[in-house]
């Protein structure tokens, strides 16, 4: 067998998620991982599974998402990408197949992973090709948020920014960096785009951290109750989580 | 009456281009003119005509058309923008509301009119949050398309490049420029973005004419045939229509 590692684009809004979900006597829904096994079994003639660098949430989308799966020899130089894409619907869209390297795995083998979460600014309009990408949240204090960004980075112990729904040996993680910037071509005072980088997040890490940023942006808590929150290790502290749609999973770094 | 002038995005992929169409006994399919009347008219009260800087095809996109509507005195402070964007759709938005310079007409005021079409390059992959906005025309040959561009350029008889369909005295336009440039944050090698600037365009013209460049781009006819094209007046000349998605209205200058 050939392990092939996939970079796999999607816009997430009519997508349940990466990650399959079987219900017994349901219809499953519409994932990305399923569509992506559908068209790989149709070509292979067999089941043939594809296991991502990470599951994304219910409506968040991705540029560059990873996975790998394992073909046949005969299968290897096979044009995958042509193939698959194919086959695909419209809002998936794979850009890339390569052989990986020996004892490659797409979620253990991944080191750092990037999201971007975007942030409308104005509250009298939207532009209508940025509404699926962004949160409409309104003005904020981009300074106030910065401050706060920085009490959020480096190792901690992200146990008040993870959702339930997992099961995880330590809820450590290291922020290498949470900066915002602005997007290609759309003024600042429309659009914020925020970069989280890290060695891996918990469940709906990053939309935790972007809801207490947001409050922070909003004058609602201080910067300084960050630190506070990370210490209490109390999801209760950490208030909303952003809505999944403003979130886009960037890079997976190997 | 106070006339007050619209700016207005939208995703023109769910919607049957700008104008009103009533066919008797018929429901009226959904168009950006419909939408903004019935909004209007929903705060006033009454009906309401909104007159567009011009029509745009079923699936054309705007960055910013103008139109103008005219309204009571008593309402013409009011907060339009934010109240029309509280009752319109997703895909479209009202950027600015303005009073209107005296004598003031969005069609007939207009003085130029800029139009980007975007080309999607890699036969392999599309980008999935691109390409409702994209032609998927695969390869072409820059250079060749630019030299077919120059010869676009200037005042013309059009009519080679006008669809069946619409009235006009005249089809002598003159074109400002035709120029291809990046997308920002796009490589040009994915994407290439045509803007195409005039003193005003005929029924589908921008869209025959990235047609004939495209032909051209793929080595199908030569750059100067352009100008035998144009001399022709015939449209059986210039081929192809290019698909509306790939095409933006993106300024319309008074």
Chains 1, 2 share one sequence.
Not at 219 to 234: M, T
Request: hydrophobic letters at 40%; one cysteine or more; proline letters at 6%.
């Amino acid at each position: 067998m050939q392990r092939l590692k996939l970079t796999i684009a999607y816009v997430g809004s009519r997508f349940h998620g990466w990650q399959i979900q079987a219900t017994p006597g349901k219809p499953h829904p519409r994932t990305v991982q399923q569509v992506l096994e559908k068209a790989a079994a149709h070509i292979l003639g067999r089941a043939v599974h594809v296991h991502g660098a990470g599951r994304t949430d219910s409506g968040v989308h991705a540029d560059a998402q990873c996975a790998h799966m394992d073909v046949p020899e005969e299968k290897a130089n096979f044009n995958w990408r042509r193939a698959l894409n194919s086959l695909l619907p419209d809002d998936v869209s794979v850009l890339a197949v390569e052989p990986a390297p020996p004892g490659f795995h797409a979620q253990h083998s991944a080191v750092k992973k990037l999201y971007t979460y975007r942030l409308w600014l104005p509250r009298e309009y939207v532009l209508p090709a940025w509404r699926p990408f962004v949160w409409t949240c309104g003005p904020v204090d981009l300074a106030a948020m910065e401050a706060a960004a920085c009490h959020m980075t480096g190792m901690h112990d992200f146990a008040s920014f993870q959702n339930q729904g997992t099961d995880v040996q330590t809820t450590v993680r290291t922020v290498y960096g949470i900066r915002s910037c602005s997007e290609p071509g759309v003024p600042q005072e429309l659009l914020v785009a925020w970069q989280f980088e890290a060695d891996g997040f918990l469940k709906q890490m990053v939309r935790n951290l972007m809801g207490l940023l947001v409050a922070v942006g909003r004058g609602k808590i201080s910067a300084d109750r960050v630190a506070y929150v990370l210490e209490s290790r109390n999801r209760a502290h950490a208030g909303v989580t952003a809505p999944a749609h403003g979130l886009t999973l960037t890079r997976v770094s190997y």
